[in-house]
């Protein structure tokens, strides 16, 4: 398992991880996933088709050794292949309390 926790809840990250080898496209697809975006609205926004979309995201899964999109993102973002900031997300998404 590529992601470790030691009993002081720190993480560390299996190098395999870092140097996956992703392609500029694969890591803009990545940072769209991390937003959650669907494969149609990914599309729509990098100007390609949804099977395109569906195919980068299969080798994303390869690459990272993940077992869902989640899971892909999660590497990502801990082996710091992406980085998301608060002005990343969607308009108002912070500002919502638990329960609305």
Known sequence: MPV????RMKCRVDQRTVGAG???RE?????HLALGKS???????????????NHHVGNLLLKLDATNRTH????ALLANQIEMRATD???????R???D
């Open 89 to 95: 997300a969607p308009t108002g998404i912070f500002n």
């Open 22 to 24: 992703l392609t500029s």
């Open 97 to 99: 309390r638990c329960g």
């Open 27 to 31: 890591i803009q697809i990545l940072r």
């Open 4 to 7: 470790h926790f030691d009993g």
């Open 39 to 53: 494969d149609k609205r990914i599309s729509i926004d990098l100007l390609i088709s949804v099977k395109t979309v």
């Open 72 to 75: 892909a993102v999660a590497k």
